[in-house]
């Protein structure tokens, strides 16, 4: 009863109070603990009571930090019939195994895009067309860094977004190479998405903030470098 008298001490009561309470302790007969004497005694957990099939389970609810989480976790798999719930920490694994596959389905669809335009126009333009997309990506996750916004689930989207945008950009300017009209449609096509997902970056939730920014200047860069894929003429010619 060490712990017990320094509580005590700590709290103002006598230090002897802990002697008493562990005399009446072993004394006691130490009968189980039915839910309905638990709930006679103190009727003010009964909110924190939960019944389901003729059982009964109590919740908890502590305020602790990770690192304390984990211990408490590590401390209740031990314990028969107690289970440790951590909400937070369970979202946070949740949108991490997202961002992983996100990643993913973003390098697998360059991957795949690439294949396509080099089925379709060769080797050597293709890789022309794959400028534009990877500059735009290169320049939004510079951006990103630049200004300290993390790369999470939501900006993911915004990349996937931006490089099926910018893909469309290239393939448009490349098929209408010299018409005015298909630089005209690119470029209300890129002014309508600047401002429908732009205008997302003046949001305070960070993470429609963080999607907004990351589309906007994506966009912006993937339409300002799209006429990169257009052949000069003097390749045309030859």
């Known amino acids: 009863p060490v712990a017990l008298r ?19 302790w072993k004394r006691d007969p130490h009968a189980r603990l039915t839910p309905h004497a638990f709930l006679s005694a103190v009727p003010a957990l009964a909110q924190f009571v939960v019944r389901a ?53 973003v ?13 379709r126009y060769g080797r050597r333009d293709s890789l022309r067309m794959l400028y534009p997309p990877l500059l735009s990506l290169a320049v939004t ?30 393939v448009f300017l490349r098929e209408g190479a010299g018409s005015r009209s298909t630089a005209l ?4 096509a890129a002014l309508t998405t600047l401002c429908s997902f732009g205008l997302l970056v003046f949001s305070a939730i960070p993470a429609l903030h963080a999607f907004g920014l990351a589309t906007l200047v994506g966009i ?13 003429d003097t390749q045309q010619v030859a």
């Open 107 to 119: 390098v697998a669809g360059y991957v795949l895009i690439s294949l396509l335009l080099i089925w």
């Open 6 to 24: 320094q509580a005590f001490a700590h709290i103002g009561l006598p230090a002897e109070y802990a002697d008493t309470l562990e005399t009446d």
């Open 185 to 188: 449609g690119v470029t209300l």
């Open 53 to 105: 099939q003729g059982r009964f389970g109590l919740i908890a609810t502590l305020m602790a930090p990770l690192a304390t989480a984990q211990q408490l976790e590590k401390a209740a798999s031990q314990v028969p019939g107690v289970s440790f719930v951590a909400p937070l920490q369970r979202l946070t694994d949740i949108f991490r195994r997202i961002r992983v596959r996100a990643t993913w389905l």
């Open 220 to 232: 912006l860069a993937s339409y300002l470098s799209a006429p990169l894929s257009i052949v000069p």
């Open 141 to 170: 996750l510079g951006v990103l860094g630049w200004l300290h916004v993390a790369v999470n689930i939501f900006v993911l989207v915004s990349l996937i977004l931006v490089l099926g945008v910018g893909r469309d950009y290239t």
